[in-house]
């Protein structure tokens, strides 16, 4: 039990300071884009040199200027944006260890995918992490970086290799938050191997009176774009985890290049907008075809899912009926596969308190889930996590028909 409840306050705490420290350099993120999109020319400092940009927030007047070349001096307290993305960073893979290494039998390990021991499955992952950062860099300074467009389908096409791979040894929600740390990794890499680096090599130039070397500032410019765009992407993925739909069907690799084209789509939108060249509305009918696209495969790629599909409009409004209590068999049914963590006193270990609070220990409590229960193991396989208490297809079944109101004699 006490094992349990620091598992518990230990991953909410880290997920606290990781969701506080990603919002800072989220934030940083798409403020300095749209910084840089908003930088007009001025008399004094003509387009190839610079900009400047004015704005207006809480009650005063900002004057931003951009210096594309060396300005004149440099004061001597000088901002470094840095330590939102490397504590985003290691809050994020402190999270990842305190959640799915520590419990990689109940998140990260499926034996229907690959048997593996713990202390492998977290090599596995850190290993995949590292390599993405490595491979990813050499692109960029392959020839493909000379050419941004050439770039970017190779790295869409890395990302989406890496979705398949981890998906071919993890459990589909140990695979999409891996994908997510994967390119989170990128994204902190490039910080801190190529962005901070190169600045202070600018920033000593200056200092020295050297012409900086205006090929680092390039090379910076176009790693923060890579996180600008990867940012979304990345935020869905790490609410993936949440959602089982998005997880739990053989093409989450598909989901994830579905969702990489939207959240890009997305911020080219708005990069333009803040650029002043115009608003592209079409780039948000296309994200919404291919985030629509996502949500009709994660439905229709299981048996279930399908069956469900094809019966809903049949169910009174389509919606699955509901009752004041689970025949005797669906409660026999989720005892057992199910209360071992879902009870007032789990026997699972390292589990101390029912998932979100949800009890499923009397027939009129599964009732009173039927929704949730019906999403969880009917429509994906989710619950019980990587099928640790073995649930049967026939068993899902049962619960199918009693959900969607056909009636016992219909699920046999």
Known sequence: MIEAAILEW???LIRWAHIITGIAWIGASFYFMHLDAAIRATPDMPAES??????VHGGGFYQVRKFLVAPEFLPDHLIWHKWQAYTTWITGFFLLVWIYYLSADLYLIDPEVMAMSPWVAAGLGVAGLAAGWLVYDQLCKSGLGANDTHLSIACFVLV??????FQSVFSGRGALIHTGAFMATIMSANVFFVIIPNQKVVVADLIARRAPDPALGEQAKQRSAHNNYLTLPVLFLMLSGH??????????????????????LIRVYFNHRNAGKGELWWTWGVAALCLAAAAAISLSSTPLGRQALAIAPKIDGGVPVQTASAPDEIADIVAGRCSMCHARLTSYPRVGMPPNGILLDTPEAVARHARSIYLHSVLTTA??????????????????????GRGKERAE
Request: hydrophobic letters at 55%.
């Open 383 to 404: 619950m019980p996590p990587n099928n640790v208490s073995g649930m049967t297809l026939a068993e899902r079944r049962q619960i199918a028909a009693w959900v969607e």
């Open 10 to 12: 230990g991953g909410l």
């Open 50 to 55: 610079g900009g400047e940009a004015w704005e």
């Open 160 to 165: 989406v290799a890496a979705a398949y791979g």
């Open 243 to 264: 959602y089982p739909l998005t997880f739990s069907t053989p093409y989450a690799f598909v989901i994830v290049a579905l969702v990489l084209i939207a959240g890009a």
